[in-house]
């Protein structure tokens, strides 16, 4: 008996995914999150048929770099599948770089899904992940799992608030109980600071700058507030004069980024408002003791955590681990499955 518990053990290579916009995590049962890659697909076209050349940190490589020939994509938009085929195979690559055993022992699998996924969207996500080699897919709502893995005590009667910031999406959402008393999904986040950045530099300092840059430049000296100082730290970026044509060098401060970021964090901003508002008044109260948890890659953008708590008077703290907390939390249901079995979805 003892062995061949030990023998199922061994075998169980049980997943959990972070299927996200801008990044894939997967977490495998006893032994945490193995894997972080961008989800990025660049692949072959020819004769009408796709070929997969790379996946993840070698295909972020190419994005914006490639031949006519060679295309580079981001399969996920806005926390959903934008295109089946090519998220299906960076799915299967995930899987297999993690299970490298025989191929006979399937996992079973979850994936973290947006609160505001449709059914179909929904549909989508489990069919690829089947299809991709799993012997069961479950899918658990993306505040749930991020408010796990922030380590928030989502199964007490008490209201916990939780704002995700990853990629493609926002989600806030207020928790008792194990489960979502109110959530709103809004599709504001990393992605769109990137795009607000490349459009501010285009309309201010004539210079159109690729999408990498944009995001060094939100990962380097970006800020939610204006700073003290009103300019803050600057960094040299390189990009193409639109008045000229040719490439050309240029600098750009922390007070210009704050400005270019000001519509995507008003936005979230908002959304963390409107739920407050619309949380039951005994919920909201434990909210006021508690403070707001901000998990996810946005949530590491300088001084949000500031500006949101200038506009709602709430304590606001930043998850430790904010990048990996869903791939955590996700995992965490994977490993407490009797517990959390209420909040996994295995047949939608």
Excluded: W
Excluded at 186 to 195: A, F, N, S, T
Excluded at 227 to 243: H, V
Excluded at 311 to 334: F, P
């Amino acid at each position: 008996m003892f062995g061949l518990a030990n023998l199922t053990g061994i075998f169980s290579q049980d997943m959990a995914i972070d299927l996200g916009t801008a990044n894939t995590l997967v977490y495998v049962k006893g032994r945490g999150v193995i894997l972080s890659e961008p989800s990025v697909v660049a692949y072959h076209v020819k004769d009408g048929v796709k070929k997969v050349l790379a996946v993840g940190e070698d295909a972020k490589l190419m994005l914006g770099r490639t031949p006519g020939s060679i295309e580079a994509i981001r399969p996920m938009r806005e926390g959903v599948i934008a295109d089946f085929d090519v998220a299906e195979e960076m799915i299967k690559h995930f899987i297999r770089k993690v299970h490298k055993r025989s191929t006979f022992y399937k996992p079973k699998v979850i994936v973290c899904v947006p609160h505001g996924a449709t059914p179909v969207e929904k549909r989508a996500i489990r069919q690829s992940v089947l299809s991709a080699g799993a012997r069961k897919a479950g899918l658990i709502a993306e505040p749930i799992a991020a408010a796990i893995g922030a380590g928030m005590p989502i199964t007490d009667p008490t209201g916990s608030m939780v704002v995700d910031i990853g990629g493609g999406t926002t989600e806030v959402a207020v928790l008792s109980l194990g489960d979502i008393v109110y959530a709103r999904s809004i599709r504001v986040g990393g992605d769109r600071m990137d795009e607000a950045i490349v459009s501010y530099l285009r309309r201010q300092q004539n210079i159109l700058v690729g999408e990498a840059t944009a995001e060094r430049i939100k990962t380097s000296i970006g800020t939610a507030r204006m700073p003290d100082d009103g300019r803050g730290a600057s960094m040299q970026i390189r990009g193409r004069d639109l008045l000229n044509g040719v490439p050309k060098e240029t600098e750009i401060n922390q007070a210009q980024v704050a400005e270019a970021l000001a519509e995507p964090v008003q936005a979230i901003c908002e959304a963390v408002m409107t739920a407050l508002e619309a949380t039951p008044p005994d919920l909201a109260a434990d909210i006021v003791d508690r403070g707001v948890m901000l998990t996810g890659g946005g949530a590491l953008l300088g001084d949000l955590d500031l500006a949101l708590r200038e506009q709602t008077g709430l304590a606001v703290s930043i998850a430790d681990e904010s990048l990996s907390c869903v791939a955590l939390g996700t995992g965490k249901a994977l490993e407490y499955e009797k517990q959390l079995r209420h909040a996994i979805d295995y047949d939608s």
